[in-house]
């Protein structure tokens, strides 16, 4: 019996240190856990306030202030940095994708128009005459005589011919009275040999035009560089040449010149308008044209003269010749247009046609002068054969 209370003591001893040991066991884990707990928390709230904390404030109001000074300073200045950049970005793009645009010139009045043919009307003044292009612009502008030097196309060639001296430079028996039947004599059969005891210019001149305005007669011998070598006055100048119509139909060369303007055309003379007419075929219609300066001391003087009528074919070539001259010397002045049959032309205040300058190459009107027809800008353009050797058919 007392065996086995004895087992019953032990096994109850060893149940209640069984026990205390599980507690034990449960205390230290739920220690050793709450501790665990309190070093995990401690540290992610260390670490979140290490994160966020903006630095101790300043107990110091003025120091305070002159941190948020700084800071402001600081986002202004990281605010505008991108700013700045975009900006000049932006301005380098449009300075190639938008260039300045050019300067738009000016609008003047709208051309007039010549009815039937196109044009411009171009006005002279006194002391310089606007120049103009006849077919549109371009080319040089024509000296008064021609050019020095052929021009590569062609053209009507011209010499000069002094009838006060022989060609030996010796004063010639011709005086002025007798001056206007020795063009006679030329004229009726254009042979050269009537000049052939004359002084001519060693040096001829090439010209697509004759369109002088009224100018001192000494420029005539300057042109061909006879200055001081001749007198300006009982002078011509004789121009040739093979000239080609553009299109065909019936023309008629209109002009004057004070002294002499003779125009022969295919064998036969179909202008002579001028103080003297050495063919005796003096025109029978003027244009009193605006621009020119008729007096009433000059009865001859009635205008442009109106040639006979000339049919051609475009692309034929026919020969043409030209005679110029002054008389008395003082003042000259030589024009010669051209006018076709059927064309409506625009008319200046005097109602007159405006007729264009007849030309044998695109060419500009050299300035100077006081008296000139006005005269349409564009305007048919013939050609001119050129010679084998334009100096060589000159000098001939």
């Known amino acids: 019996m007392s065996e086995e209370r004895s087992t019953i003591k032990r096994r109850w001893i060893a149940t209640i240190l069984g026990s205390k040991f599980l507690v034990i066991s449960i205390a230290v884990h739920l220690l050793f856990g709450a501790v665990a707990t309190v070093l995990v928390v401690s540290h992610f709230q260390a670490a979140r306030k290490l994160t966020f904390k903006g630095g101790p404030p300043s107990p110091n109001p003025s120091t305070r202030a002159l941190e948020h000074k700084v800071q402001m300073a600081k986002k202004q200045s990281s605010m505008s940095a991108p700013s700045m950049a975009k900006k000049i970005t932006t301005t380098g793009l449009a300075k190639v994708s938008l260039p300045e645009m050019p300067a738009m010139p000016k609008l003047g009045a709208p051309p007039v128009k010549m009815a039937g043919a196109g044009g411009v009307d171009v006005s002279f003044n006194p002391g310089g005459m606007t120049t103009s292009s006849g077919g549109g612009a371009g080319g040089a502008a024509v000296p008064f ?16 011919y002094d009838l006060k001296q022989t060609r030996n430079n010796q004063p010639s028996k011709l005086d002025e009275k007798n001056y206007p039947s020795e063009l006679s004599k030329f004229v009726n059969g254009w042979n050269e040999a009537t000049f052939a005891n004359y002084f001519v210019g060693p040096n001829p001149l090439y010209t697509t035009q004759i369109f002088i305005p009224k100018i001192n007669a000494n420029q005539g011998p300057t042109a061909f560089n006879l200055a001081g070598r001749v007198q300006p006055k009982m002078w011509v100048v004789h121009y040739k040449g093979n000239v080609i119509p553009t299109e065909t139909g019936t023309f008629r060369f209109v002009g004057m010149a004070d002294d002499v303007l003779v125009v022969r055309f295919a064998g036969k003379v179909v202008l002579d308008c001028g103080s003297t007419t050495p063919s005796g075929h003096a025109p029978q219609k003027f244009y009193a044209s605006a621009g020119l300066q008729m007096k009433n001391d000059m009865p001859w003087y009635k ?6 009528p000339v049919q051609v074919t475009g692309g034929q070539s026919y020969p043409m010749e030209v005679l110029i001259g002054e008389w008395p010397g003082g003042d000259f002045k030589a024009f010669l247009m051209i006018e076709k049959d059927g064309v409506s032309y625009e008319k200046d205040a005097k109602g007159n046609p405006i007729l264009p300058i007849f030309r044998l190459a695109e060419g500009q009107t050299q300035s100077g002068g006081s008296e000139a027809p006005v005269f349409a800008k564009l305007g048919p353009i013939w050609k001119a054969e050129k010679a084998k050797d334009d100096t060589a058919e000159a000098k001939r």
């Open 303 to 308: 205008g442009l003269g109106i040639g006979d």
């Open 145 to 160: 005589f021609g050019f020095k030097e052929s021009r590569g196309g062609g053209s009507l060639v011209g010499k000069f």
